[in-house]
Each structure stands twice: as structure tokens, then as C-alpha cells.
């Protein structure tokens, strides 16, 4: 029977200052079902109470067992997360390097395999999970194969492959290496080659130029790896016997390599001058007040046209509409006329224009507006423009019916190779170069208020800037004029854009110098900011 003790101490006088005469009853006793190693002692001073409770282990034996924690495995054991206890490793397994590791891993010089256990055995956490076997060589799991070899100088694996030679407009024919594993065991236990498709190749680094770690072609940086086929930058191209991307019979290659991947084209674009790549920077020039008309300029070989010019403007004329490059390319080729200030001279212009009097849809019912292509030019005398009333929401100074008393804009945002960024709000992007202030409060959105900024600009800050183009536009909050429009959107009105720099017959139509010579302005829609591409040449950056 388990039992209890209690006891009271036997009746004494306490001889102390503070307590002479106070007497402690006298103790009687019994037993109880409770706990075997404990008991209870009460002893009453006055009519205060303490009750303490101790542990009698020499009485009973405990049902609860202590361990003795000790951290400091020797070095064939793992500590055990779980138990806190350290334990050995099974036979051919060593301690994986890691304070507080339970686990066990083959030698370095064995690799692992995975061995199959039985269900029970999972159950019951038995199953070791790995077997260790002799790690073969990487030189006898290399020549195991029948058209592999083995250098043992870089202590690598690679395939016979021909070796570089003179160009014969064919593809070279490579092989790539494949490592074998066991069907059982899962372990490597060899090498073998397999055939490249038609067109790639295999690169190694005996192709590497002095000093280099890739090989390069085709404005594409290639680097050494025996167990891949990389392709050409075009799929128009293939890998000849000189290792080199050249564009299959009939396709034309073009595109500068130091500037990005060069590509094939199938014909040669209607507008194809030896003078496309011409970059002209004109500057109007205004003397005492009176503006002198043409101005003056400067030219230059630009590596960026060259690169893009042909390219955009063959793909987007002969153009595919299952293929993103395609209009991609129209966007690149009104970024180049857009780069060229509009010049109806420059090569890019006139093949825009060309393209766009051939299309024959339209977008949004607008004439200018050619299908596959951006809009660019406003066809109506500046008058008709600046007096058009598409947009429908009222605006008011201060808030009242149904008016707004901010206009918000859209930019529809464009890389200079045609890559689409997306649409984004009008916040402080026209402070390029400085800028300054919260995003949220841009003072000219309110209706009829105007704001000036002017601060210095170092030019050459922009040289690293990634250079952009938009196409602005007013969000309509009354969306009135968008006609057919469903569900939640924005509706749109394009913004006309008068460009300073604009250039027809080799003047500058819109270098006003009264409100009077406005009546000539030529409005168009693409703009950017800064341009620091068309300056360069193959030497660097020498105009910005």
C-alpha cells in the first residue's frame, strides 16, 4: 500500500526573544494511499502554517529515471537529437562533420547508394537508408566508354570531338558527354558520348582565345562544358566546322558583336543605304533673337544603328504576326527614326513611313495608327491638334460635381531593342537627372497650376542610365470616350508631343521663338529623355 507520512513535532517551549511562552502541539501520525517517496511535515507556529514536501529515494525505488547528458561524442559516434544520448555508427559509416549531427555518411573514399528496406523496418526505424561502395575512378568510368578520353593533365572527361578547322557552310557534327549509372544502385560507373542535334555543338576550352574563359561568336560568350549542346543566337544559324555561328545559305548575317547577338535576316529591308548606321546631330542656332533656320551638325558612324537598323527593319516589313520579334523589331525601328529627331532624311524614318503607307489596318480608328506599329507622326496642321476635344471629363479648380481636379498620365515604357517595360504612372521620371521630391506629390497634376524645376545636370552621370522611350498619355476619368469599353479600365487620350529638336527638310519647324510660329508645329507622340546610344561608335561613347 503506498503511503504517506505525516508528522507533527513533539511538543517544546521556543526560548527566543519574540516568541517565549508560544508551545508547538504534539505530533501524532498516520498513513494514506499517496505517493511512496514523499512526505509531509506541518509545523505549526502559532497559527501559521509551512508545509514542505521531500523526496525519501533511499525508501522507494523512482518509476521516473535521470540521464546523464554528455555532449562530447567520442569520434565514431553521433549524438542523437532525440534520445540526447551519443551513439555509434553502424559498421563502414563515420560522423558526418557538424556539431550536433545524428548522422552517419560513408568515407570520402566510398560513395553512397541507396538501399532498400522493408516496410517494417521503416516502421520500426531500422533501416540504415545507404550502402557504401568503392568510389571508381573518374578516369576508369571515363575510358569504360567506346568513344570518351581522359586528359589526365586537367584530370577531366570530355569526347573525340573534330577538332576546329576551315568553315565548309556545314554543321559541325559533336558529341556530348553522358554519365551511366547503375540500374540498382544509382552509382556512376561510367561515360559515354552521344551526337549533338544539327546545328550545335559541344565547347571546350581548347577553343578559349589567350587570357579568355569563354569563346565567343555571334556576340554570344560560350563557356567550356562537354555535356551540354549549345545552340547560335539565330535559329537560322548553325555551328560550322570552325566552331563559328554563320547563317545558313540564303540568310544574311548582321548585327555588331561587341554590342549583342548578331541574327540572320531572309532579305534585305527596302530602305538599305551603305548610310544607315549615320548618326547626324543637329543643333538649331539662334543669334539675337532671330533663329537662323537649318543650324549646324556633326556626324558619325553609330555602332548602335548598325547593330539594330537592318534587323528591325527587314523583320518588321516583312513581317511575321506569330512571332514576338516581329513587332519587337517595328517598335526598335521607330526608337531608331525617334533617335534621329523624326529626320524624314534619316534611314530609319523613311523606312518607317514606308511600312507604315503599306499597312492597311488600323488601331482605334486612328489613321496614323498602323497595325504593328507604334504611332509616331500627327498628320493634321498644328491647329487641329491642339484644338481636338476627345477628352470628356470635366475639370474644375476646386472639387465639385463629378469634376477632377488633377490630371493623371500614363506612360507606355519602351526599351531601345523594342522590349515592352509596361505602363506606368507620370510621377517624377522627367527629373532624370536630379531627382528630388515625394513621387505622390507632383504640384503640376493639379488643374491649372504650373511648376518649374531647374538644376544643374552632369551629363556624363548619364553615360551608365538606361536609356528609355514613352508614349504619354491622359487618364480620362470619365471614360465617356472610350467607346466599347468593359469592366474596369483606364481609358486613355494620347498625348501630342512638341519636340524642339524635330526636324523637317533639314529645318526646325518647332523651334518657336513667338507664340506666332506655332502655327507650323509638327506634333508626334514618342519621345525619350536622354540619349546615350546613338553616340556611340566602335571606338566608345563620343557624343551624348
Known amino acids: ?271 538599305s543605304s551603305d548610310d544607315f548606321s549615320k548618326a547626324v546631330f543637329r543643333h538649331p542656332v539662334v543669334t539675337g533673337g532671330t533663329f537662323d533656320g537649318e543650324g549646324y551638325d556633326f556626324t558619325l558612324n553609330s555602332i548602335i544603328y548598325s547593330h539594330y537598323y537592318l534587323r528591325s527593319a527587314s523583320l518588321c516589313e516583312f513581317f511575321q504576326s506569330a512571332s514576338d520579334k516581329s513587332l519587337e523589331a517595328c517598335q526598335t525601328l521607330a526608337n531608331l527614326c525617334v533617335m534621329s529627331m523624326y529626320d524624314e532624311d534619316s534611314a530609319a524614318c523613311k523606312q518607317y513611313s514606308t511600312i507604315q503607307q503599306r499597312r492597311i489596318l488600323t488601331y482605334h480608328n486612328q489613321e496614323e495608327w498602323k497595325k504593328t506599329l507604334p504611332w509616331l507622326y500627327y498628320a493634321g496642321d498644328a491647329e487641329e491638334v491642339v484644338d481636338d476635344r476627345g477628352i470628356q471629363m470635366k475639370m474644375a479648380f476646386n472639387a465639385e460635381n463629378n469634376a477632377s481636379t488633377e490630371i493623371s498620365f500614363k506612360l507606355a515604357k519602351y526599351k531601345l531593342d523594342g522590349t515592352f517595360v509596361g505602363l506606368e504612372d507620370l510621377t517624377n521620371q522627367f527629373q532624370y537627372c536630379a531627382k528630388s521630391g515625394d513621387e505622390d506629390d507632383i504640384k503640376w497634376k493639379r488643374f491649372g497650376v504650373g511648376h518649374r524645376v531647374e538644376y544643374v545636370c552632369d551629363t556624363n552621370k548619364l553615360a551608365a542610365n538606361e536609356m528609355f522611350f514613352y508614349d504619354m498619355y491622359i487618364v480620362d476619368d470619365s471614360k465617356q470616350s472610350c467607346k466599347g469599353g468593359t469592366g474596369n479600365f483606364d481609358c486613355l487620350y494620347p498625348v501630342p508631343v512638341v519636340n524642339r529638336n524635330f526636324i523637317e527638310s533639314n529645318a526646325f519647324p518647332n523651334m518657336n521663338l513667338s507664340t506666332l510660329d506655332e502655327a507650323n508645329d509638327r506634333h508626334t507622340r514618342r519621345f525619350f529623355l536622354f540619349d546615350n546610344q546613338s553616340g556611340i561608335t566602335s571606338s566608345g561613347l563620343e557624343a551624348i
Open 1 to 271: 500500500m503506498k503511503k504517506i507520512l505525516k508528522i507533527l513535532a513533539p511538543t517544546r517551549r521556543l526560548e527566543t526573544p519574540d516568541s517565549r511562552n508560544k508551545v508547538i502541539p504534539h505530533a501524532t501520525s498516520h498513513t494514506s494511499a499517496m505517493n511512496p517517496t514523499a512526505m509531509t511535515c506541518r509545523i505549526y507556529l502559532g497559527k501559521i502554517a509551512l508545509l514542505f514536501l521531500f523526496a525519501l529515494p533511499l525508501l522507494v525505488q523512482s518509476e521516473i529515471n535521470s540521464i546523464a547528458l554528455n555532449t562530447a561524442c567520442s569520434p565514431s559516434s553521433v549524438f542523437d537529437i532525440a534520445g540526447l544520448v551519443c551513439i555509434d555508427c553502424e559498421e563502414g559509416l563515420q560522423p558526418v562533420n557538424n556539431e550536433f549531427s545524428s548522422a552517419c555518411s560513408c568515407p570520402p573514399a566510398l560513395s553512397e547508394t541507396h538501399e532498400e528496406c522493408s516496410i517494417d523496418s521503416l516502421w520500426q526505424g531500422t533501416c540504415r537508408g545507404v550502402t557504401c561502395v568503392t568510389d571508381i575512378s573518374l578516369s576508369e568510368r571515363c575510358l569504360a566508354g567506346d568513344s570518351t578520353k581522359y586528359d589526365s593533365e586537367s584530370n577531366q572527361c570530355g569526347c573525340n570531338n573534330p577538332l576546329k578547322s576551315l568553315p565548309t557552310g556545314t554543321s559541325i557534327a559533336t558529341k556530348k558527354l553522358v554519365e551511366i549509372n547503375d540500374d540498382n544502385t544509382g552509382s556512376p560507373i561510367g561515360y559515354d558520348c552521344v551526337r549533338c542535334p544539327g546545328g550545335t555543338a559541344v565547347i571546350t576550352a581548347d577553343l578559349f582565345e589567350d587570357g579568355q574563359q569563354y569563346h565567343s561568336t555571334a556576340g554570344v560568350k560560350y563557356p567550356a562544358d562537354p555535356t551540354i549542346c549549345v545552340s547560335c543566337p539565330d535559329h537560322n544559324m548553325i555551328f560550322d566546322m570552325d566552331y563559328e555561328c554563320h547563317c545558313m545559305e540564303d540568310f544574311i548575317l548582321i548585327g555588331e558583336a561587341s554590342i549583342g547577338q548578331q541574327s540572320c535576316i531572309e532579305r534585305y529591308p527596302t530602305i
